[in-house]
């Protein structure tokens, strides 16, 4: 058993979950199991919660289950530390084809029972036919801290209206406030998410640190984001790592806007990756 673990505590849920998911294919290769580890005062600052750590001590499985079971033996495991582990396999998980990629999330990422749970409770709250719906994601605090274009939530539309059809219902969820108002007053089937925390305009940190709530009510957010957004039929979304884990996750249709899912190509901001090929971004 290789315990799976990582320090970069003010990262997000979700980046969190892509490293991990690399080590665990890399320790797969060596034909050794992997134990995802983020216990109390070595994980995400942002989803620390005294009182969820009593109940359960490794963070991680408060929103997933272990891959390989829960049993880590006798604590002689040997530990792989995300930033200082050297990637041992031929070939590396981000290098495989995007079909192997997607195959090895839906294996061995598996959401808590809470987690469906709450999900759950959304689809009957909202009335939520996922096989009638697009989903809609706008990451945008990082073009403050990073310099990359800030996306105009008006370069979904042209995906929109190619997608939409009669009945059909469109859910979205915005990383700020008042990034979705021009898209919810020209679709009237849109809705948001109002469980779902967005920051201020213009903030430099994702909406987790803008939230009042408990760790685990924090970290629960981005893990439902996922939940909803990997079973809907279409999903359009720009550059995220919870956008990446969900579309990995999902059966459906992917419209990734100014980052492709497709890894062979490069990242581009002027295109957008649709079932392996790219298509211009501006129409």
Not at 114 to 122: I, K, M, S
Not at 152 to 158: A, D, K, N
Not at 213 to 219: A, N, T
Not at 227 to 236: E, M, P, R
Request: aromatic share 14%.
């Amino acid at each position: 058993m290789i315990v799976i673990e990582k320090r970069d505590y003010g990262a997000t849920l979700t980046t969190w979950i892509y490293c991990a998911m690399w080590m665990l294919w890399a320790a797969d290769q060596q034909g050794k199991n992997g134990y995802i580890n983020w216990p109390q005062g070595k994980c995400l600052k942002d989803l620390s919660d005294d009182e969820k750590f009593k109940e359960e001590p490794n963070l991680f499985s408060w929103y997933f289950k272990q891959p390989f079971g829960s049993h880590i033996g006798d604590g002689k495991a040997e530990t792989w530390l995300w930033e200082t582990w050297k990637d041992p396999s031929p070939v590396s998980f981000m290098a495989q084809p995007l079909s192997v990629i997607k195959a090895y999330y839906k294996k061995h990422l598996h959401f808590s029972d809470e987690v469906n749970q709450r999900g759950e409770a959304l689809v009957k709250k909202y009335g939520i036919d996922f096989s009638n719906t697009i989903g809609i994601t706008w990451r945008g605090t990082d073009n403050v801290t990073d310099g990359r274009p800030r996306m105009p939530i008006e370069t979904y539309f042209p995906f929109i209206d190619e997608i939409l059809k009669p009945g059909m219902k469109i859910m979205c969820t915005a990383e700020e406030e008042t990034i979705l108002q021009p898209l919810l007053n020209r679709y009237p089937q849109a809705f948001n998410i109002d469980e779902f925390v967005s920051a201020k305009f213009g903030a430099k940190d994702n909406p987790e640190r803008n939230d009042n709530r408990s760790g685990f009510e924090r970290g629960m957010q981005p893990a439902l984001m996922v939940w909803l957004f990997s079973k809907c039929a279409h999903y359009i979304k720009n550059r995220s790592s919870t956008g990446a884990v969900a579309s990995w996750l999902s059966d459906g249709r992917i419209v990734s806007l100014g980052h492709p899912e497709n890894l062979g190509f490069p990242a581009n901001n002027d295109y957008a990756e649709i079932e392996g090929k790219l298509y211009p971004l501006y129409r």
